[in-house]
C-alpha cells in the first residue's frame, strides 16, 4: 500500500532541556504560536542528559523523528553540558546515516527560553522534514507498531 | 533407494516447498545458518556445521507466547497460533537429529511444551550424512553414527547424485510428493561411502574421548572438584557456547511493552549470563565458576541423571570451534580424565 | 617461547611476580587459551605462537585485586588497552609486571580453513611477508601468512609497545591496508544499500555477546544490557531492532575510548565485522576533533570527556551528505 504522505502525521519527540528549550515552549505556547500536537515534549534537566539509548529507545516506541534541544552553547545552566552533548549526537547521528536510517529523522536546534518563536518554528520545520521521509521502518520495533 | 543429480537439487527444492516450508543450510554475508529457502537462496551443503544448530526450527531463539492488549478498559488476551503447516527440515547431520531427541525428553516429557510439540509434528527431518568430518567432530563418544544419520528420510552426497532413503511414514508421505523427480539407486554405492565416512572417524582425535566417570554419579563426585576452579579462569561468560550448541535449551520468558499491550515471549537463556535463573532471593549461582560448572555437569550428570543415563551432548564440536577462549567440553572432559577424580 | 618461559619462571621464583598471565597450549597450535600459571611447574603448558591473538588485558582488571604482582606477556595492541585501563583506574599499573611480547601478526584459523586447508594441527611463524606452512592431519600444506592473519594485523598500529617494564622478541607492522577503507566504501553507499548491508550483516548476529565480553573497553561492572529491569535485556528479542540498538550502544560506549584492538571481530561466531561500528567513530572522531588514539598514552582527555567551544554543530551529519 503506497503510503499517502498528506496524511501521514509523523510522532515526533522532542526532548528540551529544563533551563531553556522547556521555557522556549512554554513561550511558544503562551504567545499563541502553533507548532504540530504530534511533538511530544520530554523535559530533561540538560541537553547533556539525554544519552543515545534515549534517542534509540523513542525509535524503538515508535517515534519518527527525534529532536533535542538544548541551550545554546555557551549558555549551559551547568556551563558545559550541551558541549559534551553536542560531540556525543554528532557522532550518534553520523553512526545512524552510516546504518542507513533516513538522516532528517534526528536534529539538535539550540534555543534559548525567549526564543518561542525560533521553537515554534524548529518544530513545524522538523515535522515537515519527517513528513515527507514518511514513517520510519528501519528502526523501530514492530510490536510496537500495531 | 532413491537418488538425484546434484544439478537437479534446485528442483527437488522448488517441488518440496510447493506444499511445505523448506529450511536448509543457507550461507548469508559469509556464514552457513539454517533458514528458509528461495529461489534465491544460497543452499550451502558443503559447509559441515552451520553456526547455529537447526534447533531453531523447533525451539525458535525468541518466539512470542501470547499478546494482551487493552483497549477501551478492556484486556484481551491472544495467544500465538500454533505450527498448523507442515515444514521439511533439509540436510540435518546425525549430531544434530540425535540433539532433538534430547530437547524431545524435554519438551514432549509431562508437561509438553505446545509449542514445541506443534512443531515436533510438523516438522519433516531430512538428514544429511557427514562426508568429511572434521578434528572438532565426536559423535562417536555418543554413540552417534555420522555415515547413518537417524531421521525422517535419510540422504547421502556420492559422485554428484543425492541418494534418498526413507525411514519412517513421514518420511514416505515426503517421498511421495517427490517420487518423479528421483530415480532408483544402488544401495551399495552407499555402502561403500558410508565404510569410507567412518574410517575418516575413527582417525578423528577425539573419536575415542573417554566419558568414564561421568553421567549421574558426577553430579556428586565431581560438584566439588578443584579442577572446574582451574578450567574456568579464561571463560569470558559469553552466551556462544550455550547459542550454537544443538542440545541446550534452557529458556527465559520474558515481557515486553508495546505501549499498547504487552507481549509475553521466551528467549533462550544462558547459563553463563549473570541473570540465568534469578529468583526473587537473587542467583542461586554467583560466580563464573559455578555456572561454568552448571553447564558441563548439567550435559554430563543431570541430564543423563533425569534420562537413563543419556548425556545431552551429542559432540558436534560447535563449542570447540567457537569459543573465543577455546575452551569446550573436550577439555572439561579429559582435564576430569587428567585429573583422575 | 623458552626464553619466555624461563624468564617467568625466575621472575617467580625470585618472588617478583606472584603469577604468570599468559596463553595455555590447546589440543592443537591453535586452541590456546588464556590462562594464569601460578608455579613453574604449570608453566611447563605455557605457549606464544601465531594463534595466540586473545588481548590479555582485560583479564588484568581480575589479576589486579589480588595479592602481589600479576607477570602479564603483550603484545603491542594489547599494550593501548593496558594503557586505556590504567587511565579508567580498572587495572593498577603497580600490580602488573608487563613483558612486551614479539609480535609479526596473529593468525585466525578461520582464515586457514577457508582457504581449504582443513585439519590443522600447527603452524610454523615466520615474517608476514612469508609462506606459512600448516600443519596438518593430511601433511604439510602452504598458505600466505598474510591471508591467515587476523583483520587487525592488516591495519596493524606499529611494532612499538605503548607500555612494558621489559620486551622480549622481535616485533614486526604487518599493515598492508588503509584502517578506513571499508569505512569510507560503506559511507559511499546510498542509505538503502547501508541499511541492507548492516541488516543482512546484523541478522546472525545471536546475542551471545561475546564481541562485549572480550572487549578489553567494555569493562563495566554490570553492564546496561544485563539489567533485568530493562525492555532490551541481554537476550534475543523477537525483532531485528534488538541487535541494531545493542551493536549501536555497545560501540557509541566504547567511542573514544576503544583502542581497535579488533577483539569483538576476532570472536564473533558469526562473523560479524564489529570493527565497522567502532572504526565508524574513530574515523569520524578523527576527522571532527582531531586524531587520536585511544590508549597511546594515560593521561589525554578522551574525545568524548572534552569539547571546544568551537565544534561543528551536528547538522554537519546532514550537510556533508
Known sequence: MPINHEEFRPTIVAFCCNWCSYAGADLAGSSRLAYPADVKIIRVPCSCRVNPMFILRAFEKGADGVILCGCHPGDCHYSTGNYYARRRMTLLFSMLDYLGVENGRTRVEWVSAAEGVKFSETMNSFVEKVRSLGPNVRLGDLRCKN | ?341 | MQELINRAKSLLESGEVSRVLGWRKGETDWDVEPAFFNSAEELSEFIYNGFCGANLSKYMIEASKLEGKTLVFLKPCDTYSFNQLCKEHRVDREKAYIIGVGCKGKLKIENIDAAGILEVRGAGYPDASEILTVKTLYGDREVSYKSAMLERCHVCKGKEHMVYDERMGESADTSDADRFAEVAKIEAMSPEEKFAFFQSELSKCIRCNACRNVCPACSCRKCVFDSTKFDSAQKANTTSFEEKMFHIIRAFHVAGRCTDCGECSRVCPQGIPLHLFNRKFIKDINALYGDYQAGADTDSKGPLTDFRLDDCEPSIVTKRG
Open chain 2, 1 to 341: 533407494m532413491l537418488k538425484i543429480k546434484k544439478c537437479d537439487l534446485a528442483a527437488l527444492f522448488a517441488r518440496i516447498s510447493e506444499n511445505n516450508d523448506l529450511y536448509l543450510p543457507v550461507k548469508t554475508a559469509g556464514k552457513t545458518n539454517f533458514a528458509a529457502w528461495d529461489e534465491t537462496a544460497d543452499v550451502d551443503l558443503d559447509t559441515l556445521k552451520t553456526v547455529k544448530s537447526p534447533k531453531d526450527a523447533f525451539f525458535p531463539q525468541s518466539e512470542n507466547l501470547y499478546t494482551c492488549n487493552k483497549q477501551d478498559g478492556k484486556t484481551s488476551i491472544t495467544p500465538e497460533k500454533l505450527r498448523e503447516e507442515p515444514f521439511v527440515l533439509f540436510g540435518i547431520r546425525a549430531c544434530d537429529v540425535r540433539a532433538i531427541d534430547v530437547l524431545d525428553r524435554v519438551f514432549l516429557s509431562d508437561p509438553v511444551d505446545s509449542y514445541y510439540a506443534a512443531r515436533r509434528e510438523h516438522g519433516i527431518i531430512v538428514s544429511y550424512a557427514c562426508h568429511a568430518p572434521e578434528t572438532s567432530c565426536f559423535c562417536k563418544v555418543f554413540g552417534i553414527d555420522a555415515a547413518a544419520p537417524e531421521g525422517d528420510v535419510v540422504t547421502w552426497m556420492v559422485n554428484g547424485e543425492l541418494y534418498w532413503d526413507a525411514k519412517t511414514e513421514k518420511g514416505a508421505l515426503l517421498t511421495a510428493q517427490i517420487r518423479d523427480l528421483l530415480t532408483d539407486g544402488d544401495a551399495a554405492v552407499v555402502e561403500t561411502e558410508q565404510a569410507a565416512i567412518r574410517a575418516i572417524v575413527e582417525k578423528l582425535p577425539n573419536s575415542s574421548l573417554s566419558l568414564d566417570g561421568w553421567g549421574a554419579e558426577a553430579a556428586k563426585t565431581r560438584f566439588d572438584s578443584p579442577v572446574w576452579e582451574q578450567l574456568y579462569k579464561p571463560c569470558l561468560a559469553c552466551g556462544t557456547c550455550t547459542f550454537v550448541c544443538p542440545t541446550c535449551q534452557c529458556y527465559d520468558i520474558k515481557d515486553y511493552n508495546t505501549g499498547s499491550g504487552v507481549q509475553r515471549y521466551r528467549c533462550w537463556d544462558s547459563c553463563m549470563y549473570s541473570d540465568f535463573t534469578m529468583m526473587a532471593h537473587g542467583n542461586n549461582r554467583t560466580s563464573q565458576m559455578q555456572r561454568f560448572r552448571q553447564r558441563f555437569l548439567h550435559k554430563l550428570a543431570y541430564y543423563p541423571a533425569n534420562n537413563d543415563g543419556m548425556f545431552s551432548c551429542v559432540g558436534c564440536g560447535r563449542c570447540v570451534d567457537k569459543c573465543p577462549s577455546h575452551l569446550n567440553i573436550v577439555k572439561v572432559i579429559k582435564a576430569f580424565e587428567k585429573e583422575g577424580v
